[in-house]
């Protein structure tokens, strides 16, 4: 079988690429092309495009790429449109696939969109444009399918694929032995992003509340997974701002480092439910472009904006937001959290339960789904 993909960004290569271990099992000579990452190459997908061409921070970032973008969205519908997929899978990055899904829909190509975009967040009026674009949604989290198919949309609770992959008992132990770190280390990840424009918004202040934590506990060690690409950018910025802290930077080991560490300072996104799925405590903090925050923010519907908070529909975990993510307070929360134990362990518990919930054997239910529409398509 030949499939079509499309992955924008280090998350979406990420969900992509455990997709396609399932696909593989059930069809073990399938073929799969599109734009996508490292995680998806290594399970044999061709890349046409690297999925960091779609990596875009905010709309003033998008307005600035905005020619680029749509000429490779416009030159992949041809091809696609040209020799046809039995199947095409948008993996998130909305904004880019489903107009792409609802010209190859037009066409006859069957369109699965993987990752209901957050219309129960903000820009609810997406809704109506999934029902003109895709055939199917595989979705994420369990209330999602309900929203959808009161809008016409047909979908499927499929659970989240870092529940699978993530073990409920983290690797503590091991991971601190694979990055030299002592079992009575206290450790600080730190993960500003994996996207150059979260890298330029968001990386100076977590590394300036890095050299405040360094000044007031200087037993602390600090880990910085680095994205694929983006070492040369990060390393003058951790010079520049977090003086003599001893960062250790890796390439990639993202998993390993959260494992490992006892709290994260982490950027708002999909690393943050890889945190909770690892149980770790966390303080998250994100700024944008000043045009692009006052766009998002009149556009949402929720309270919070982090994963983990949105899913516990309470605030768990602080959210330090564009002004509010400053230095002081980022490494105050951080504190917060290593002088309070029994605030961390009620806070573990309430990770396990959500990591239960999640855990749903994806790539199976994901490939079971596909199937049907196929099916019902034959």
């Known amino acids: 079988m030949r499939l079509a993909m499309v992955a924008g960004e280090a998350s979406g290569d990420l969900l992509a690429g455990l997709l396609l271990g399932g696909l593989h099992e059930r069809w073990p000579a399938l073929a799969a092309a599109g734009i996508g990452g490292p995680k998806m190459a290594a399970r044999g997908f061709e890349a046409w495009w690297p999925s960091d061409k779609l990596a875009v921070h905010g709309y003033a970032d998008a307005l600035r790429h905005y020619r ?3 000429g490779i969205r416009d030159r992949l519908g041809d091809r696609l449109l040209a020799e046809p997929p039995a199947v095409f899978v948008g993996v998130d990055a909305p904004d880019f696939n489903l107009g792409l899904e609802k010209r190859l829909k037009a066409a006859g190509i069957p369109s699965v969109h993987f990752v209901c975009p957050s219309i129960w967040a903000w820009r609810g009026g997406r809704a109506k444009k999934m029902a003109a674009s895709c055939d199917h949604v595989l979705c994420l989290f369990p209330f999602e399918p309900e929203l959808l198919q009161r809008h016409g949309v047909a979908a499927t609770y499929v659970g989240h694929p870092l529940a699978d992959a993530i073990p409920i008992e983290p690797p503590r132990a091991a991971a601190r032995a694979a990055l030299g770190l002592g079992e ?4 600080v990840a730190v993960l500003p992003g994996s996207r150059r424009g979260e890298i330029e918004h968001i990386a100076p202040a977590f590394l300036q509340a890095v050299e405040r934590l360094h000044r007031q506990r200087p037993e602390l060690r600090f880990l910085l997974p680095v994205a694929p690409g983006l070492r040369a950018m990060v390393e003058p910025l951790v010079a520049a701002h977090a003086g003599d802290a001893p960062i250790q930077l890796l390439d990639g080991r993202s998993h390993e480092v959260l494992a490992a560490c006892d709290v994260t300072l982490i950027a ?8 909770a799925l690892f149980k770790r405590p966390m303080v998250i903090g994100y700024r944008m472009a000043w045009l692009s925050w006052q766009l998002m923010r009149r556009m949402g519907y929720l309270p919070w904006v982090g994963l983990p908070n949105i899913l516990a529909r309470d605030f768990v975990v602080p959210e330090l937001l564009q002004d509010r993510c400053e230095p002081e307070a980022l490494a105050r929360e951080t504190l917060a959290w290593l002088d309070d134990a029994p605030r ?15 855990k749903r054997d994806t790539a199976r239910r994901a490939t079971d789904a596909l199937a049907q529409v196929l099916e019902s398509r034959s």
């Open 184 to 187: 009575g280390d206290p450790v």
């Open 268 to 275: 708002s996104g999909t690393a943050t439910l890889e945190a």
């Open 344 to 358: 961390a362990r009620a806070l573990q518990a309430r990770f396990l339960d959500l990591h239960h919930l999640l």
């Open 68 to 70: 680029e973008i749509k």
